[in-house]
T-cell receptor, first 115, second 112 residues
């Protein structure tokens, strides 16, 4: 299957700082990328959907000014957690779909810890 | 929106036995139902999927069944092995392939 790579796999940052997570489709053009958040022992909750070249669509309850999503190219989407707080600590996962594709491919996830 | 329920939340089986995980969904427009295996600290990995025009699909020791009328779908793992131990998520997607709603997950433990 297609490969989606996330970077970094783990990051620790201080409260009040911002952190950027990258999601790359390595061998296909991802017209749509999805960002999920997963708390320990819980399911994946969709945060936002981004289409290349347009603004992301955020799910209800997700602060768009706090979780900035950019999908500037067909192979890269970024999630920036701004002014991070300990409650933002979580496992963030991206997935990507190609135009006309029938499945989404997931990255390996990023463990964010805010101290 | 779509709501996917999954049972059981935990499942322990002896090696070699079968494991069954069941899900229900609410949106009759959903037509794509993937199953994912997630190991600790990793992203979900697609293990099998089924589309609404098919009632059953099998891939080696893994099979999935779908009852669109009842809005039920199930994952069956036969001859379980310790490496099958993981968290399994069912999911449903309306409109083909895009937005995926996940179930609550099942932690499967295969006891050697």
């Amino acid at each position: 299957g297609a490969v989606v790579s996330q970077h970094p796999s783990r990051v620790i940052c201080k409260s009040g700082t911002s952190v950027k997570i990258e999601c790359r489709s390595l061998d296909f053009q991802a017209t749509t990328m999805f960002w999920y958040r997963q708390f320990p022992k819980q399911s994946l909750m969709l945060m936002a959907t981004s289409n290349e070249g347009s603004k992301a669509t955020y799910e209800q309850g997700v602060e768009k000014d706090k979780f900035l999503i950019n999908h500037a190219s067909l192979t890269l989407s970024t999630l920036t957690v701004t002014s991070a707080h300990p409650e933002d600590s979580s496992f963030y996962i991206c997935s990507a779909s190609a135009r006309g594709g029938t499945e989404a491919f997931f990255g390996q996830g990023t463990r964010l810890t805010v101290v | 929106g779509e709501n996917v329920e999954q049972h059981p939340s935990t499942l322990s089986v002896q090696e070699g036995d079968s494991a069954v995980i069941k899900c229900t969904y609410s949106d009759s427009a959903s037509n794509y139902f993937p199953w994912y295996k997630q190991e600790l600290g990793k992203g979900p990995q697609l293990i099998i999927d089924i589309r609404s025009n098919v009632g059953e699909k099998k891939d080696q020791r893994i099979a999935v069944t779908l009852n669109k009328t009842a809005k039920h779908f199930s994952l069956h793992i036969t001859e379980t092995q310790p490496e099958d131990s993981a968290v399994y998520f069912c999911a449903a997607s309306p409109g083909g392939y895009q937005k995926v709603t996940f179930g609550t997950g099942t932690k499967l433990q295969v006891i050697p």
